[in-house]
């Protein structure tokens, strides 16, 4: 673990086992133990560490841009915009790549 985390420890008052499970594992998850075990659990290259860190900042800075001016007041953002998927007509494509090659389909 890293030098500046410190151990977390909790105290079962009155047999109160459930309550003192519920402390721990917010001490744990506040100290940063976890995430640091998930981090060292398999090796990063030095480049590849730059690269998500840049591309977080540059997500946070995007995110950051739209919400400013959604509070400025431009109703024009779509935050959550999903792509429109292209409805093809099967038959009429088939039968274009077949009379491509000079051949006709039988119905």
Same mark, same amino acid.
């Given at each position: %673990?890293?030098? $500046?985390?410190?151990?977390?420890?909790?105290?079962?008052?009155?047999?109160?086992?459930?309550?003192?499970?519920?402390?721990?594992?917010?001490?744990? %998850?506040?100290?940063? $133990? =976890? %995430? *640091? =075990? &998930?981090? &060292?659990? +398999?090796?990063?290259?030095?480049?590849?560490?730059?690269? /998500?860190?840049? =591309?977080?900042?540059?997500? &946070?800075? @995007? &995110?950051?841009? =739209?919400?400013? /001016?959604?509070?400025?007041?431009?109703?024009?953002?779509?935050?959550?915009? /999903?792509?429109? @998927? /292209?409805?093809?007509?099967? +038959?009429?494509?088939? *039968?274009?790549?077949?009379?491509?090659?000079?051949?006709? %389909?039988?119905?």
């Amino acid at each position: %673990m890293a030098r $500046h985390t410190t151990k977390v420890s909790v105290e079962v008052r009155k047999g109160d086992i459930a309550k003192a499970l519920k402390i721990f594992k917010k001490r744990v %998850m506040d100290s940063g $133990h =976890l %995430m *640091e =075990l &998930r981090d &060292r659990k +398999e090796y990063t290259k030095p480049k590849t560490a730059r690269r /998500k860190e840049k =591309l977080d900042a540059i997500r &946070r800075n @995007q &995110r950051e841009v =739209l919400f400013d /001016k959604w509070e400025a007041g431009d109703n024009t953002i779509n935050l959550f915009t /999903k792509k429109k @998927q /292209k409805v093809q007509n099967t +038959e009429k494509s088939s *039968e274009k790549t077949i009379e491509n090659y000079g051949l006709k %389909m039988e119905k």
